[in-house]
């Protein structure tokens, strides 16, 4: 018994970072697509492809902490959430 208290401690705290971690980039990648909107066409296009990238890589980052909780709780299919 006192193994399950641990591992349910565990996990909420592992769940904890992984929101936390997944929240952060999805800001991130939205601060990205914010910077090229208003900078619009005045952003050098080599800006926009680092920005584009920069904002790609941050929500990739966030489907990742996401799908990190989703296997901690044994979802099996891409519908599955927690």
Do not use: F, W, Y
């Not at 705290?13 to 066409?41: M, P």
């Not at 005045?42 to 929500?59: C, F, Q, W, Y």
């Amino acid at each position: 018994m006192p193994n399950d208290n641990k591992e349910k401690i565990d996990t909420l705290k592992h769940d904890t970072k992984d929101a936390a971690n997944e929240l952060k980039n999805r800001a991130q990648a939205t601060g990205e697509h914010i910077k090229r909107e208003v900078a619009g066409d005045s952003m050098p296009v080599g800006d926009r492809i680092v920005s584009n990238a920069r904002e790609t890589l941050h929500k990739t980052l966030a489907d990742i902490e996401a799908a990190k909780r989703d296997v901690r709780h044994g979802a099996t299919n891409a519908d599955d959430k927690v």
